[in-house]
């Protein structure tokens, strides 16, 4: 609670955790805010720009926020111009019925923030097969933000477990953990990513996939954790209350638990949120190379990867804007990190 | 110093072989091999492929085929790329040479800017310029390489001056040798760009950080008293003792260049190591991976020894004779 307030009083702290909080509430509340079903195909409206929202129309004597309906003519190089059709005009509702979903898993409800009832409403685009991309980012943003979280969780665990032991005994069983953590860091994590992705059928589920990918960027990552870990527990091992513990005759196990990692734990928390970035990036160029999440199923990488051909890029740039929510999501992170290394460990301030 | 070199590669065999032996047993715990597309073309007789599994070793125990893969390779032989139906060899020292340009260039790029970005940052402390530095660092950390990549190919379809990704124009043969070199030159400036900014992000500030510590300690003190010239002090006396960590970091900056440049180079469709790692690992073309995987680790290994040779001029301290 007391970090909670100090992050709260610094600015850069507290931007970044309200940016992350909002990120996570609106995906954790995804089906709510969004207009559509994830996998709501629409070959009519395949790569639609992001629709204009009106205000006024004086004609038609309409006020508040509403759209236009929309047509599309072909180019004389096959390319689909769209343009708005001013007879048909949809007023955005709130609080609206779509479709039905399950709230929270709980309990089936149909309302949503917003819908424009007939019509079609794009906020950022669409993409090739004319599905919303702000509705698939609140849903790729569950699978992101989720990897980001229970990936770093898990290698800090390993991590912590792996350096305690090895900087408590130290001697063999410490040489050998290094060793095998140095080699590890040493090979480059994206080559080592793909050696470990081929290691598994290339057709998995997107359930299966998704462990996967936490299974392998917690391998990658829990090397360098160990070893700030164990040079921690290398130095703590040595205090006094540590010769008490033995003394008095508790195990080995429990000193490790109980007197070696509790002090750890304030680096361990800024090495969680400071690596949290590397797993979201993780998870994103794995699926933005189509080895991870696939398709019906969206993730923030995966959606990117309909901009790897250069025309895509070029006509429809509005592809583009999953990966701001990459690059705004991992500032966020690197803020908040830094926030809390300078609240937990004042002498540190380089950056 | 020779000697040293020689402790070195030799201390660094065991390092590839576990990488090369981690690879291989990865990919062969994965179900299906490069044989399996061939066994579903009814053109391909059950003799032929009898035959590949015999020529390569397959019907052996995972260790046996290691060994022989090892023994093939003192031989001088890396074995065949089923998909790219090529020596693994061939395909992959062409590919390597592309990456060394490319990481290279970028490795160029980053260092001429971080040392003066970095020396006037520290200069400026606190000023404007630093934290404007300082700001642009931060963004800089946090956008990912391939985001950067897909923006710069954005921007660069406004302009005809760039070419959009790969590594040669269409008329590349056309050209004269000085020709294809300003080609090239071309096709590395958004892929060097997209991969050095966020290591000139990063490694800036930490030489600012550097210079500053070394400015306060007391021996530039001790010079400022006896009134030596300012900008002497400067260069001479606390830029050349700043700089020694960052050439540690230089060493090891190669291995996340390398890694970072395997999916700038997919994006961009630069034909280097990444791109082929990629496409060998969708085929389970396991000589092609495990002959990738091998020249990335020696890439690196190489990176690390120049780190420690150069350390080795710049700091007096170190000898690597009596060691």
């Keep these: ?351 | 110093m020779g000697r040293f070199i020689l402790k070195r590669l030799v201390f660094s065999l065991p390092l590839l072989l576990g990488i090369t032996f981690l690879t291989f047993l990865f990919i062969q715990i994965a179900p299906g091999d490069f044989l399996d597309k061939l066994r579903l073309n009814p053109q391909v007789s059950q003799d032929a492929i009898q035959l590949y599994e015999q020529k390569f070793h397959l019907d052996k125990p995972l260790m046996v085929q290691y060994f022989v893969w090892l023994r093939n390779i003192l031989k001088g032989d890396f074995g065949y790329s089923f998909s790219f139906k090529a020596k693994v060899f061939d395909v992959v020292s062409s590919r390597l040479f592309n990456t060394f340009i490319l990481s290279l260039s970028a490795l160029i790029f980053t260092w001429i800017f971080v040392i003066p970005l970095g020396v006037i940052a520290a200069l400026k402390r606190n000023k404007f310029t630093d934290r404007f530095l300082s700001f642009t660092s931060y963004l800089g950390i946090s956008a990912p390489s391939f985001f950067l990549a897909f923006i710069f190919l954005y921007l660069a379809t406004f302009t005809s001056w760039l070419p959009l990704g790969g590594m040669r124009s269409i008329r590349f043969e056309e050209f004269s040798l000085l020709g294809k070199i300003i080609d090239i030159g071309k096709h590395l400036i958004i892929p060097t760009l997209v991969l050095s900014l966020g290591s000139i992000c990063v490694l800036q500030r930490i030489m600012r950080a550097n210079l500053l510590e070394v400015l306060g300690s007391p021996y530039i003190l001790g010079a400022k008293a006896r009134g030596l010239p300012r900008v002497r002090i400067l260069y001479i006396h606390a830029l050349k003792n700043a700089l020694n960590p960052m050439i540690t970091i230089f060493g090891y900056q190669f291995s996340a260049l390398l890694s970072g440049a395997a999916l700038v180079e997919i994006i961009i469709g630069w034909p280097g190591l990444g791109v082929v790692t990629l496409e060998a690992v969708r085929s389970q073309d396991i000589y092609l991976v495990m002959g990738s995987v091998l020249a990335g680790g020696a890439l690196l290994i190489l990176g690390n020894l120049v780190a420690d040779i150069l350390l080795g001029f710049l700091d007096p301290r170190i000898r690597y004779e009596k060691t």
């Design chain 1, 1 to 351: 609670m007391r970090i909670l307030k100090e992050i709260i009083k610094n600015k850069a702290g507290r931007i970044a955790l309200l940016v992350l909080v909002l990120l996570y509430f609106s995906v954790i509340f995804a089906p709510f805010f969004a207009p559509y079903p994830y996998d709501d195909d629409d070959v009519l409206h395949s790569y639609t720009p992001p629709t204009k929202i009106h205000f006024l129309n004086l004609k038609e004597k309409q006020f508040g926020p509403f759209i236009y309906g929309q047509t599309y003519e072909v180019s004389e190089y096959y390319q689909r111009i769209y343009q708005e059709d001013k007879s048909k005009i949809y007023p955005i509702k709130f609080f609206t019925k779509g479709f039905k979903y399950k709230f929270l898993g709980l309990w089936e409800t149909d309302r949503h923030l917003f819908g424009v009832g007939e019509g079609k409403i794009y906020l950022l685009g669409a993409d090739l097969k004319g599905r919303d991309i702000f509705t698939r980012i609140l849903y790729g943003g569950r699978i992101s933000l989720s990897i980001g979280l229970i990936g770093a969780a898990i290698s800090l665990c390993i991590g912590l477990i792996i350096g305690g032991l090895s900087g408590y005994f130290g001697g063999r069983v410490d040489n050998i953990t290094m060793r095998i953590c140095e080699m590890v860091m040493m090979i480059p994590s994206f080559y080592l990513m793909l050696a470990l992705r081929a290691s598994f059928p290339p057709n998995l589920t997107s359930t299966q996939v998704y462990l996967l990918i936490i299974v392998i960027l917690s391998f990658i990552g829990w090397a360098s954790t160990a070893r700030i870990i164990r040079g921690m527990a290398i130095s703590l091992r040595e205090n006094e209350y540590v010769y008490a513990a033995k003394a008095m005759g508790l195990s080995h196990f429990k000193i490790i638990i109980r007197h070696i990692l509790p002090h750890t734990l304030s680096y361990a928390l800024v090495a969680v949120v400071l690596r949290i970035p590397a797993y979201i990036l993780g998870e994103a160029s794995l699926s933005l190379i189509g080895l991870g999440i696939q398709d019906p199923e969206a993730s923030w990488g995966n959606l990117l990867s309909s901009a790897m051909g250069i025309v895509n890029i070029r006509l429809f740039p509005w592809i583009l804007i999953p990966g701001l929510f990459i690059v705004v999501t991992v500032v966020c992170f690197n803020m908040l990190g830094d926030t809390l290394r300078d609240i937990l460990d004042p002498k540190r301030r380089i950056l």
